[in-house]
């Protein structure tokens, strides 16, 4: 039997179920099974932030399907895409089912105890001559809650190195800086509750419609009913978002900071700033309104080439809708001043005073499914349950938690961030990398870097994936993981709503979960606390869980009023949750008095532009005590700009169908075949200009490498061109395609976010769209990609793409 109850890959949001401001969301069950299932194991969907309640349908061991769970607050039902095939890569064949060593260059099969003896062995010896200090991690934001916990512990109690962060380095990173910069801590200031109710939806560099589709289906049963929100997009592209924009502004990339300043020019000069809010709950305000005050709509159009006009059709909404809910994602974090231009959104609703009340919120999105976990926890490079670095008391509280000495939790300088700790394994101070659910040698900026580091031979890798990636391709030992769907844990949505996903099958081989190997590492290691005692005291996830609780207590997050029992019981619940709030909180600051006084901030805060940090005493010396904070900046040119040799820009991004690499998604046939390859897209103008037509391919440089990619018409500035990044060689090494080749090692000064969304390149027109490329021009890049990988490909035109479906000239670019 096959059962579904749509089509999602063509109709990627489903009917409408329509609904007015204020009712709450219908119901529309989405299901897709491939036999009916003996039994249903309750789950939520990892393959984005949303993180949508299901039911995982079981027979005979083995995943037969999901079905959206329809008294979930996230998604009443609803699942999109991924969520619908994403499961099939779990009972993919070429799964990894025992740990692999490498010896004389080749991987052989290895046990579990060969492999962790290994790993512990190779830790002691790196501690015995570089200190805990010359071991990293760099994890993920695609684990549990629970296991990052652990792994948190194991690093800060345990080895006391402050080298580890997650890839939500790469990816929410801004999210938090931007939060803690305006209110003092990580947070959701907002809810998907305030859509339903809300008059008005901003989004920047957000292509909600792609990304978290079940999301935007909530907003597009708003958009059915009876006075639908006005909806404002800023991103150069026309994006499936764009199409149902009010108004879509288009600026150059890097040039957020000039729009957003231009609407608050013209929001203080159209009389909204709400004074009474601004002086009771923020400080800052008269520096910002200095500020933007040069920011006419005229400057910013010479700035970011948004037209005047559409300026103040933008800035008209903003400046008199009775609410708003803003979103930011990666066309802000990952762009030219990620926390200033975020910073900017919050302070849109911090001076009209449109924050704490029903639909009037603000969510600095997430984008991987638990990246709030890692942030949580402190498994990037935070502290554990939001707490400070540079706040003794906060280190205090952790060491009495864990019972360690205070000087045994890495807090003499800021923790390593992702970016720094690629660059200590360059330079030979990390000699050990352990690298958890993660695919760098596809994700991180200029890939020619990174696996020029990745085969360092002083450098130990440790990778631990469910499959044989491109990154674990390089790794000393290979760790096969246990995935979704084959462990338990609890996650938490952008919502700020815990999720718990449950173990349904097991998984394949000997593959373990994350946490078993975090705790037989524990184990083997033989960490102690400072009576003798096991430094981890839990044994599985909902132990680990109560352990989490605990250190949650009286923070922001505060998770001692969940347990799993509650999660069970039909939807995800809001933190925070504790004995005064045991349903837990849909909304935060509704007294609108904010983490920021000195005892309780995260941060002692930046100068945005240099990322300087404050110092305490600095701090204390104006402390906020409760207000929220307004901050001012001034628009900065980006790091590389189109000159005469590379005269184009260069965006990257993401595709409805696929989740990043693909690892789980490139698994599922339908997703493979609804968007098979990469391309770039580019303008009509420009394709004219360069003589490139529909399919056409091109080759597109930058000054750190080359791709081949087929042409895609249309739906882009002219000037800009777009690549998605998901394509890397697993699958097809026979030409240089991951977008990474070309993008560069810049970062936020304050969030340390890589900025991807913007490169200077040159294109020209490689073949037409029927011949196959030629693998003379190419040979030394492909041979490049092809020797790191270990492909005995001979030439680019081997197995390249002239059999693959043609792009159809019909479908949405960013389809
Ligand atoms: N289908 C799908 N969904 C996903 C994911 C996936 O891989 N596939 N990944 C998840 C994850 S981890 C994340 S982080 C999110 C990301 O979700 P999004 O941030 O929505 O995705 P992106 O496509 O990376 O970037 C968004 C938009 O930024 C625009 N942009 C580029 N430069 C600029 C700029 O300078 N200014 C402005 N204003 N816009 C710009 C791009 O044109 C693009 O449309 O999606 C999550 N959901
Ligand atoms: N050019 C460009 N580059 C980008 C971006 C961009 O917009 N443009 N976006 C960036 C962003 S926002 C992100 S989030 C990153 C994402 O980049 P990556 O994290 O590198 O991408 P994924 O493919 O999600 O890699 C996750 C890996 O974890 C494995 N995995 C899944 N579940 C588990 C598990 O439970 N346990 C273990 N051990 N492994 C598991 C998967 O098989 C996969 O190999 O990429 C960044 N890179
Ligand atoms: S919107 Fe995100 S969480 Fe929901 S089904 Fe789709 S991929 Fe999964
Ligand atoms: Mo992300």
Same mark, same amino acid.
């Given at each position: ?47 984005? &932030? ?223 700033? @709400? ?8 400080? +800052? ?30 800035? =008209? ?10 979103? $930011? ?5 990952? &762009? ?125 890798? $440790? ?41 349904? $099958? ?25 009576? +003798? ?14 352990? /989490? ?99 184009? /820009? ?22 493979? @075949? ?40 249309? =739906? ?8 998605? /990044? ?90």
């Amino acid at each position: 039997m096959s059962d579904r109850t749509r089509d999602s890959i063509n109709d990627i949001w489903g009917a409408r179920t329509p609904h007015a401001a204020g009712a709450i969301w219908p119901a529309r069950v989405d299901e897709h099974l491939s036999e009916t299932p003996d039994r249903w194991v309750r789950g939520a969907c990892v393959l984005c &932030s949303n993180g949508c309640g299901l039911d995982i349908g079981v027979k005979a061991g083995r995943i037969v399907g999901v079905r959206g769970l329809a008294s979930d607050v996230t998604n009443r039902g609803r699942l999109g895409p991924k969520g619908l095939h994403g499961w099939a890569a779990n009972h993919s064949p070429d799964r990894l089912t025992t740990p692999l060593i490498r010896e004389d260059g080749q991987f052989r099969e290895a046990s579990w105890d060969e492999a962790m003896d290994l790993i512990v062995r190779q830790s002691r010896q790196v501690i015995e001559s570089h200190t805990a200090m010359g071991i990293g991690f760099y994890t993920s934001g695609q684990l549990f809650l629970e296991e990052y916990y652990t792994l948190s512990v194991i690093g800060k109690g345990g080895l006391g190195t402050p080298h580890m962060d997650g890839n939500t380095r790469l990816c929410t990173a801004t999210a938090a800086a931007a939060l803690k910069v305006s209110f003092g801590s990580d947070g959701q200031p907002g809810a998907y509750e305030d859509l339903d109710v809300t008059d008005t939806v901003l989004m920047v560099g957000h292509n909600m419609a792609s990304q978290q589709t079940v999301l935007w289906a909530r907003i597009l049963d708003r958009l059915a009913g009876p006075n639908p929100p006005w909806i404002i997009v800023i991103d150069p592209r026309r994006t499936f978002t764009a199409e149902h924009a009010t108004v879509h502004l288009t600026p150059r990339v890097g040039t957020n900071v000039a729009v957003m300043n231009g609407l608050l020019h013209l929001i203080i000069h159209a009389g909204a700033a @709400d004074q009474t809010f601004i002086d009771a709950h923020t400080v +800052g305000y008269d520096d910002l309104q200095r500020t933007v005050e040069r920011y006419t709509p005229e400057y910013v159009q010479d700035l970011s080439g948004v037209p005047a006009a559409d300026l103040r059709r933008a800035a =008209d909404i903003l400046a008199t809708t009775p609410t708003l809910v803003s979103t $930011v994602l990666q066309g802000v974090y990952q &762009s030219m001043q990620a926390t200033a231009a975020a910073v900017q959104v919050n302070n849109v609703h911090l001076i009209r005073g449109l924050i704490g009340r029903p639909g009037s919120g603000i969510l600095q999105m997430n984008g991987q499914p638990t990246a709030q976990n890692t942030r949580e926890t402190g498994a990037d490079g935070d502290l554990p349950g939001f707490r400070n670095w540079g706040n003794a008391g906060h280190i205090e509280q952790l060491a009495t938690l864990w019972n360690v000495h205070r000087h045994t939790i890495p807090h003499w300088s800021p923790p390593t961030h992702a970016m720094q700790i690629w660059r200590y394994a360059e330079q030979g101070s990390i000699r050990m990398l352990w690298i958890q659910a993660t695919n760098p040698a596809v994700s991180l900026p200029h890939l020619d870097r990174i696996r020029r580091i990745l085969q360092k031979d002083d450098l130990f890798v $440790v990778v631990q994936d469910a499959f044989m990636t491109e990154t674990a391709r390089y790794a000393d030992v290979v760790l096969p993981a246990a995935i979704w769907g084959e462990k338990t844990g609890t996650f938490t949505n952008v919502s700020r709503t815990v999720h718990i996903s449950c173990k349904a $099958v097991e998984p394949p081989g000997e593959a373990r979960s994350d946490l078993d190997i975090f705790l037989d590492y524990a184990r083997r290691m033989d960490f102690r606390d400072q009576g +003798g005692q096991p430094l981890i005291r839990w044994h599985d996830a909902e132990s680990a869980f109560e352990a /989490w609780k605990a250190c949650t207590r009286g923070r922001p997050c505060d998770y001692t009023g969940l347990t799993y029992e509650k999660l069970l019981a039909g939807s995800g619940i809001p933190w925070p949750v504790n004995e005064q709030r045991p349903d837990g909180t849909v909304r935060l600051y509704t007294d609108f008095v904010f983490p920021t006084a000195a005892d309780d901030a995260e941060t002692y805060g930046h100068d945005l532009d240099t990322g300087a940090a404050h110092t305490e005493q600095e701090y204390r010396a104006n402390d906020p005590q409760g207000r929220a904070i307004i901050k001012a900046a001034e628009h900065r040119e980006p790091h590389e700009t189109p000159d005469e040799e590379y005269p184009l /820009w260069l965006t990257t991004g993401r595709q409805v169908y696929h989740f990043h690499t693909r690892t789980k998604t490139g698994r599922s046939q339908a997703l493979q @075949d609804a968007a098979p390859d990469a391309f770039v897209q580019i303008s009509a103008e420009d394709a004219q200009q360069y003589g490139i037509e529909q399919g056409d391919w091109i080759l597109i440089e930058s000054r750190r490498g080359l791709v081949i990619e087929r042409a895609r018409i249309g =739906d882009i500035k002219p000037g800009l061109v777009f690549i998605p /990044w998901h394509y890397g060689y697993w699958d097809d090494p026979s030409r240089p395609r991951a977008a990474n080749e070309l993008t560069l090692t810049e970062w936020d000064p304050v969030s340390k976010q890589p900025h991807y969304k913007y490169a200077a390149v040159r294109i020209s027109r490689y073949a037409a769209r029927d011949a196959l490329p030629a693998p003379g021009l190419i040979g030394r890049a492909v041979k490049a990609v092809q020797g790191l990988l270990g492909q005995e490909r001979s030439s680019a035109a081997q197995g390249s793409s002239a059999q693959e479906p043609q792009p159809k000239t019909t479908q949405r670019v960013d389809g």
